[in-house]
Nanobody, 119 residues
């Protein structure tokens, strides 16, 4: 089992940047497929970005494509999400999640970190 803790959220003006971090403990971090989700009040949870076990493959939602970069450092048991050119519609609670198989469900979740973008 893996434990996940997000950090790096906060209040930022539109056009600004943030880097979210997800620190993992427990089983070997490199065995997990990882993802960043977000959920705004009244909206469904959205997969923002995902990354393979060795960072060889990535996925981005259209809503953040070109503005976000997902990365991981398996030696540090940490995943990152760099968000640039932030928009008010990026305001949400951001969660990192982990799964053990490519086609499986995300089974492990962090507690979330709030990102608020002011206009």
């Amino acid at each position: 089992q893996v434990q996940l803790v997000e950090s790096g959220g906060g209040l930022v003006q539109a056009g600004g940047s943030l880097r979210l971090s997800c620190a993992a403990s427990g089983r070997t971090f490199g065995t997990y497929y990882m993802g960043w989700f977000r959920q705004a009040p009244g909206k469904e949870r959205e997969l923002v970005a995902a990354i393979g076990r060795i960072a060889g493959s990535t996925y981005y939602a259209n809503s953040v494509k070109g503005r976000a970069t997902i990365s991981r450092d398996n030696a540090k048991n940490t995943m990152y999400l760099q968000m640039n050119s932030l928009k008010p519609e990026d305001t949400a609670a951001y969660y990192c999640a982990a799964k053990t198989t490519l086609g499986g469900e995300y089974a492990y979740w962090g507690q979330g970190t709030q990102v608020t973008v002011s206009s």
